[in-house]
């Protein structure tokens, strides 16, 4: 089982400015890709994005809603060969909810039973 780290950070608002990026979503997706490689880079694959509400102050007293967008990565955690190859959910032994009948009897025995008596 992988286990795994995750990063959230906040998504380009501004492009960047090269030869081949004439227009705004042109440098936009500059900014873009240069952030998604150097993430990449660090070892992080990307997840998602999502905008997510956020409220912020206002003066003394007051607060607004605004919205941020946010892009989601994940890397999979260095883990001991150890911890892989245990199980995720281990026995535990306890002792029974019931009592447990002790017989003085040989294993495989059947005890003798006589006939059923009538009840009144």
């Not at 150890?82 to 447990?100: G, I, R, T």
Request: proline share 8%; hydrophobic share 40%.
């Amino acid at each position: 089982m992988q286990r795994f780290e995750y990063k959230v950070i906040p998504a380009p608002t501004k492009g960047e400015k090269t030869r081949a990026a004439k227009t705004t979503a042109d440098r936009f997706g500059v900014a873009l890709t240069n952030l998604m490689n150097e993430m990449g880079s660090e070892g992080w694959d990307y997840v998602r994005a999502d905008t997510l509400p956020c409220e912020e102050r206002v003066g003394f007293t007051g607060s607004k809603s605004s919205f941020q967008n946010m892009l989601v990565f994940r890397r999979v955690l260095d883990a001991e060969p150890s911890l892989l190859a245990e199980p995720m959910f281990h026995s535990v032994k306890s002792e029974p909810a019931f009592p447990v009948l002790l017989t003085t009897q040989s294993e495989g025995a059947a005890p003798a039973l006589g006939p059923a008596l009538a009840r009144d």
